[in-house]
């Protein structure tokens, strides 16, 4: 009955690669999210896609490409890895727009991504 | 530019005892605020919101109060309980948009 899941959980590669973490809910919402968790542990938005549509690119390098092939899924895929995309990467998911009071983004369990 | 600020990193209670976690904002746009908690290994989780209109909203052992003036929000939990120790998130944003803006969180333990 998992609400938004995430695989894989940890993620180990080297610099140069090319990974994806793929993100799936159940929850019936029409937007997903990507938030980076940095070693500061700032929990920053990268994308947001509302049926299937990017709503939100925040100036993320071009080397992140989400792709949201059906509303319940988002998956991010980076090109070229560096040492700094080493973080926690989050996939969330609400309905459009937080309108009333009690409307909450759900997080995934995160993807730990070690870029070596 | 960091619009929420949580300038405590840590916080350890006495078990029985009220918890207060402190969050400020500098954006006077944001008219929505969420505290979430997150333990280790886990996503946030969501715990309460609070909307501009109002300066107090409770939800059982939670409650949280906003100042617009001091642009301000804190936490309250009472009593403490040993499964709240974790990290609380602030975040804000507007009513009708989806881009939340999170604090640094502070790591709340509930000393037994």
């Known amino acids: 009955d998992t609400a938004v899941s995430q695989t894989p959980k940890y993620l180990v590669t080297q610099m140069g690669n090319d990974k994806s973490i793929k993100c799936e809910q159940n929850?019936?919402?029409?937007?997903m999210y990507w938030y980076k968790q940095d070693s500061k542990k700032f929990l920053k938005i990268m994308f947001s896609y509302n049926n299937k549509e990017l709503i939100i690119n925040e100036t993320v390098p071009n080397r992140f490409s989400p792709k949201s092939p059906d509303k319940a899924h988002l998956n991010l895929h980076i090109n070229s890895l560096e040492l700094g995309d080493s973080a926690v990467y989050f996939c969330?998911?609400?309905?459009?727009?937080?309108?009333?009071?009690?409307?909450?983004?759900?997080f995934g369990p995160g993807t730990r991504l070690t870029v070596l | 530019d960091q619009q929420v600020k949580q300038n405590s990193p840590s916080l350890s209670v006495q078990e029985g005892r009220i918890s207060i976690l402190n969050c400020d904002y500098t954006n006077s746009m944001f008219d929505y605020f969420l505290w979430y908690k997150k333990y280790p290994a886990e996503g946030p989780t969501f715990l309460i919101s609070?909307?501009?209109?109002?300066d107090k909203n409770e939800d059982g052992r939670f409650t949280v109060f906003l100042n617009k003036s001091a642009k301000h929000l804190s936490l309250h939990i009472v009593p403490s309980q040993p499964g709240d120790s974790a990290v609380y998130f602030c975040a804000a944003t507007n009513f009708g948009n989806e881009k939340l803006t999170f604090g640094t969180g502070t790591r709340l333990t509930i000393i037994p």
């Open positions: 609070i909307s501009s209109i109002k």
């Open positions: 969330a998911s609400s309905h459009w727009g937080l309108a009333s009071e009690g409307d909450t983004q759900y």
């Open positions: 929850l019936g919402h029409d937007t």
